[in-house]
DNA sequence: GCTATGGATAGCCTAGCATCCCAATGCTA
């Protein structure tokens, strides 16, 4: 599958166009790279099939598009894009990284200073050399240092969202051999952490190197670090590294244990082992050089005389000694979630109708979905006004009163994402808010605001009585943007008060509320909902992400209204 | 460069905000 390599490229393509300020042609070479992001079929195949022609009903994509995917899967190039690269050098995807930078800026910073990566930048930032460009200041040159500062603290790490994806498929790759019997990821993969340095997975076989032949030789590698007899690391062309151990079948327990991590929460461990007159390793738990357990992983918690411990939650931040006593929260479950209450639709600008929308997610086995999508104020993503909502209610009624004919229990409800305005204000009247079964509402706009006035807006939201639901809390972007400063303890106070539901955002990038701020909202008694919020139905599935992020949050199934039936989801609202 | 409409051409691409420079630009949702 080599679509999202286009996609990239399509997305630079669009990015240097809009660096030489060329009208309409970014954003269509951005359609068609989404649409082929999103795209179930691959292109090659597609390709194959029809030539260009069948490459040209891909939305978004034309004849010249068409055109430059079979030039790119034909010569594993695009002349265009390397002719734009060599025009104008600069890492896009380093420099546009930092926030603040756009192409615009970008080009700017190139012409007048050379600039072409991260390190030419903070350079010529550093000395005051930014500054002096036209159109730059000050000011813009702290920016710029920040950004930079930014990032660095979470260099070298990708999106957990990123990652999954790629290893399923290389999980499911070596699944065929048959040489291969247990097999698993472990390390931070397996804990769900947000960012991911690198992946381990772990193998039993009676043929370590029959395996480890066979991992190194799988598509998609750009380099091998280390091939031994039993283990192997590789580099993968997607940026990140993989390490692959091949461990005999009775030591699977301890190990995955061991490379699960972390290592805070193993080292507290060991500490345990070594009081009761144990040694416990990656091989096993010892008694001297008796074995007392290795086969499973509850098997080496229970000899040391805890409860068994999810992955998600070692990180050696009171688990140990909440398990030691038996009091380990059972947390939500991956099969818990019976709908989705943060989807947009294409009344929107999501890509998908609310029909087309439905249909996945009762595939999904959900129970119910709720539309929210975005109101008036956000002008770019068509967001609804009063009148659109009461026609988009109709189709929904529609929509529902088919599956009340064909004996469906599916619901769909009608919700909106509201815009907090900066005042604390909904951009939508009362009297239409009161209409929908629910009313999600989210910062937007004007995201930098002192801790005091940030605070005092969000609350002033949760106290109208007609919305149910902050969207993405705390407004941080992973790798990219810090939350709001906003008083959280205070939120929470008024949110448990208000009976106002908090939301855990499963996009890859937003994991808002993320794991201790769920901890915290667990311990305050706030409800949370757990949701997508996606603009495609294949995003849908992300919600896992945000399950993770519970489930490291500690937060059990009755602190999640959304594994809840729908009559009982339904009393949650105000 | 794509799509829709009508067969070659129009339309797409907004609003608020910070910053820079004092009216305009670029970024972000």
């Given at each position: 599958?080599?679509?999202?390599?286009?996609?990239?490229?399509?997305?630079?393509?669009?990015?240097?166009?809009?660096?030489?300020?060329?009208?309409?042609?970014?954003?269509?070479?951005?359609?068609?790279?989404?649409?082929?992001?999103?795209?179930?079929?691959?292109?090659?195949?597609?390709?194959?099939?029809?030539?260009?022609?069948?490459?040209?009903?891909?939305?978004?994509?034309?004849?010249?598009?068409?055109?430059?995917?079979?030039?790119?899967?034909?010569?594993?190039?695009?002349?265009?894009?390397?002719?734009?690269?060599?025009?104008?050098?600069?890492?896009?995807?380093?420099?546009?990284?930092?926030?603040?930078?756009?192409?615009?800026?970008?080009?700017?910073?190139?012409?007048?200073?050379?600039?072409?990566?991260?390190?030419?930048?903070?350079?010529?930032?550093?000395?005051?050399?930014?500054?002096?460009?036209?159109?730059?200041?000050?000011?813009?040159?702290?920016?710029?240092?920040?950004?930079?500062?930014?990032?660095?603290?979470?260099?070298?790490?990708?999106?957990?969202?990123?990652?999954?994806?790629?290893?399923?498929?290389?999980?499911?790759?070596?699944?065929?051999?048959?040489?291969?019997?247990?097999?698993?990821?472990?390390?931070?993969?397996?804990?769900?952490?947000?960012?991911?340095?690198?992946?381990?997975?772990?193998?039993?076989?009676?043929?370590?190197?029959?395996?480890?032949?066979?991992?190194?030789?799988?598509?998609?590698?750009?380099?091998?670090?280390?091939?031994?007899?039993?283990?192997?690391?590789?580099?993968?062309?997607?940026?990140?590294?993989?390490?692959?151990?091949?461990?005999?079948?009775?030591?699977?327990?301890?190990?995955?244990?061991?490379?699960?991590?972390?290592?805070?929460?193993?080292?507290?461990?060991?500490?345990?082992?070594?009081?009761?007159?144990?040694?416990?390793?990656?091989?096993?738990?010892?008694?001297?050089?008796?074995?007392?357990?290795?086969?499973?992983?509850?098997?080496?918690?229970?000899?040391?005389?805890?409860?068994?411990?999810?992955?998600?939650?070692?990180?050696?931040?009171?688990?140990?000694?909440?398990?030691?006593?038996?009091?380990?929260?059972?947390?939500?479950?991956?099969?818990?979630?019976k709908g989705?209450?943060?989807?947009?639709?294409?009344?929107?600008?999501?890509?998908?109708?609310?029909?087309?929308?439905?249909?996945?997610?009762?595939?999904?086995?959900y129970e119910y979905i709720g539309?929210?999508?975005?109101?008036?104020?956000?002008?770019?993503?068509?967001?609804?006004?009063?009148?659109?909502?009461?026609?988009?209610?109709?189709?929904?009624?529609?929509?529902?009163?088919?599956?009340?004919?064909?004996?469906?229990?599916f619901r769909i409800l009608?919700?909106?994402?509201?815009?907090?305005?900066?005042?604390?204000?909904?951009?939508?009247?009362?009297?239409?808010?009161?209409?929908?079964?629910?009313?999600?509402?989210?910062?937007?706009?004007?995201?930098?605001?002192?801790?005091?006035?940030?605070?005092?807006?969000?609350?002033?939201?949760?106290?109208?009585?007609?919305?149910?639901?902050?969207?993405?809390?705390?407004?941080?972007?992973?790798?990219?943007?810090?939350?709001?400063?906003?008083?959280?303890?205070?939120?929470?106070?008024?949110?448990?008060?208000?009976?106002?539901?908090?939301?855990?955002?499963?996009?890859?990038?937003?994991?808002?509320?993320?794991?201790?701020?769920?901890?915290?909202?667990?311990?305050?008694?706030?409800?949370?909902?757990?949701?997508?919020?996606?603009?495609?139905?294949?995003?849908?599935?992300?919600?896992?992400?945000?399950?993770?992020?519970?489930?490291?949050?500690?937060?059990?199934?009755?602190?999640?209204?959304?594994?809840?039936?729908l009559?009982?989801l339904?009393?949650?609202?105000?």
């Amino acid at each position: 599958m080599r679509n999202q390599d286009i996609a990239k490229i399509f997305y630079e393509i669009a990015f240097f166009l809009a660096m030489e300020e060329i009208p309409f042609k970014p954003s269509a070479y951005e359609k068609a790279a989404l649409s082929l992001e999103t795209l179930a079929d691959d292109a090659e195949d597609v390709y194959k099939k029809g030539g260009i022609k069948a490459l040209e009903e891909i939305p978004g994509v034309g004849e010249s598009i068409a055109e430059k995917i079979a030039e790119y899967l034909k010569t594993g190039k695009i002349k265009e894009y390397e002719n734009l690269k060599k025009e104008m050098p600069v890492d896009i995807k380093e420099l546009s990284a930092v926030e603040g930078l756009g192409p615009r800026m970008i080009r700017d910073l190139y012409e007048g200073l050379k600039i072409k990566n991260l390190q030419d930048l903070e350079k010529a930032a550093k000395i005051g050399q930014v500054r002096n460009l036209p159109n730059f200041g000050e000011k813009t040159e702290q920016n710029i240092l920040q950004g930079i500062e930014f990032l660095k603290r979470t260099k070298g790490r990708f999106l957990l969202g990123e990652i999954i994806p790629a290893v399923d498929e290389i999980l499911e790759n070596l699944k065929s051999l048959k040489e291969v019997k247990k097999i698993s990821p472990a390390g931070s993969v397996r804990r769900m952490k947000e960012t991911i340095g690198d992946a381990d997975i772990l193998i039993t076989s009676s043929n370590p190197k029959k395996v480890i032949d066979y991992f190194v030789s799988m598509p998609g590698i750009v380099k091998i670090w280390g091939q031994g007899p039993t283990k192997a690391s590789i580099r993968l062309e997607k940026g990140f590294d993989v390490d692959l151990r091949v461990l005999p079948e009775n030591q699977f327990g301890s190990a995955l244990q061991y490379f699960t991590g972390s290592k805070e929460h193993n080292i507290a461990l060991r500490k345990i082992a070594i009081e009761k007159g144990f040694k416990l390793n990656e091989y096993g738990l010892f008694k001297g050089k008796k074995i007392i357990a290795c086969k499973t992983e509850e098997e080496v918690y229970k000899a040391l005389g805890l409860s068994y411990i999810e992955p998600e939650l070692r990180e050696n931040t009171g688990e140990i000694e909440t398990a030691l006593k038996n009091k380990l929260p059972k947390i939500v479950g991956y099969q818990d979630i019976k709908g989705d209450l943060h989807i947009h639709s294409n009344w929107n600008g999501g890509l998908n109708s609310i029909e087309e929308i439905a249909e996945a997610a009762q595939e999904m086995g959900y129970e119910y979905i709720g539309i929210s999508d975005h109101t008036k104020f956000l002008i770019i993503e068509h967001g609804l006004d009063e009148k659109r909502l009461l026609q988009q209610r109709k189709e929904i009624e529609k929509l529902n009163s088919r599956f009340k004919i064909l004996n469906s229990k599916f619901r769909i409800l009608q919700g909106c994402e509201a815009n907090i305005l900066a005042d604390g204000s909904i951009d939508i009247k009362d009297e239409a808010l009161a209409k929908l079964d629910y009313v999600i509402a989210g910062v937007h706009s004007q995201l930098k605001m002192g801790r005091k006035e940030m605070t005092e807006r969000i609350i002033k939201a949760m106290r109208n009585l007609n919305v149910d639901i902050i969207s993405h809390p705390t407004g941080r972007i992973i790798q990219r943007r810090e939350e709001y400063e906003i008083d959280f303890d205070e939120i929470l106070k008024v949110a448990k008060e208000t009976k106002t539901i908090l939301e855990i955002n499963s996009s890859l990038s937003r994991l808002d509320l993320k794991d201790i701020n769920i901890r915290k909202a667990v311990a305050a008694g706030v409800k949370m909902a757990i949701n997508a919020d996606s603009h495609h139905f294949d995003y849908l599935r992300f919600l896992n992400l945000g399950i993770s992020q519970a489930r490291r949050g500690w937060a059990e199934k009755k602190d999640i209204i959304n594994t809840q039936p729908l009559d009982k989801l339904l009393k949650f609202f105000k």
